[in-house]
């Protein structure tokens, strides 16, 4: 039979704007959150990564910010370029396994 | 430095055939994993290996089967393709535990199962 999929979230932002891409993660016991992009027809990339101990962290345009409190997390992509289109996925790590557990994903459309 | 390389990228099985997806990481690895990938959804995780010899299941084990006889390679076998398995399959490696944890994917192989 045919699949029915979830239609991911979608944010559209002006070239040159600031992003915001939110993420609520499950498990309080996650100590480990990372910040995939993935683009079209291609396997995600790593962006940045953040530990629980921390509540934000900078990278290249990129920030990511931890509420531990409400467990949210967020990214933010400084001056959004046409690259930065693409699929961003939050995965976080927990247990003894130290499996990644994904988000469902955040389609970022820019527009020029 | 290759990092991940999946083979094939692209199949078009017909129900009931059998196929084995490869990958190899030339990073020296402990863990590797196989994801699949649907059409407006996340990854979900398939198999994983925590090193040579081992293997594990993940949230979606059925109709599959892995093997990681060498560090480098995880194999993915489909014994009896199904429609249903019609989806992009991501491997990908990582370090764990001081070294980062995160994962190295590989292309993509996009399977239809007819």
């Known amino acids: 039979g045919e699949s029915v999929g979830l239609h991911l979230p979608t944010l559209s932002v002006q070239e040159g704007d600031n992003s915001i891409i939110n993420c609520a993660y499950s498990n309080s016991a996650s100590d480990y959150f990372i910040w995939y992009k993935q683009e079209s027809g291609k396997g995600p990339q790593f962006i940045i990564d953040i530990r629980s101990n921390m509540d934000k962290r900078q990278g290249q345009r990129v920030t990511v910010l931890l509420n531990k409190t409400v467990k949210h997390l967020s990214l933010q992509i400084a001056a959004t370029q046409p690259g930065d289109s693409a699929v961003y996925f939050c995965a976080e790590v927990a247990g003894n396994n130290r499996k990644l557990i994904w988000g469902l994903g955040t389609s970022l459309a820019v527009n020029p | 430095n290759a990092g991940v390389t999946q083979t094939p990228k692209f199949r078009v099985l017909k129900t009931g055939q059998s196929m084995t997806l490869l990958c190899a990481q030339d990073?020296?690895?402990?863990?590797m994993y196989w994801y699949r990938q649907d059409p407006g959804m996340g990854l979900r995780l398939i198999h994983y290996s925590v090193g040579e010899g081992t293997t594990a299941k993940g949230e979606v084990p059925d109709g599959y089967n892995v093997s990681r006889l060498k560090k480098q390679n995880f194999l993915l076998g489909l014994e009896s393709a199904a429609p249903s398995q019609t989806s992009v399959y991501f491997c990908?490696?990582?370090?764990?535990?001081?070294?980062?944890?995160?994962?190295?994917f590989g292309q993509g192989t996009r399977l239809t199962v007819v």
């Open positions: 990908a490696s990582s370090y764990w535990e001081g070294r980062g944890a995160e994962a190295f």
């Open positions: 990073m020296n690895h402990e863990y």
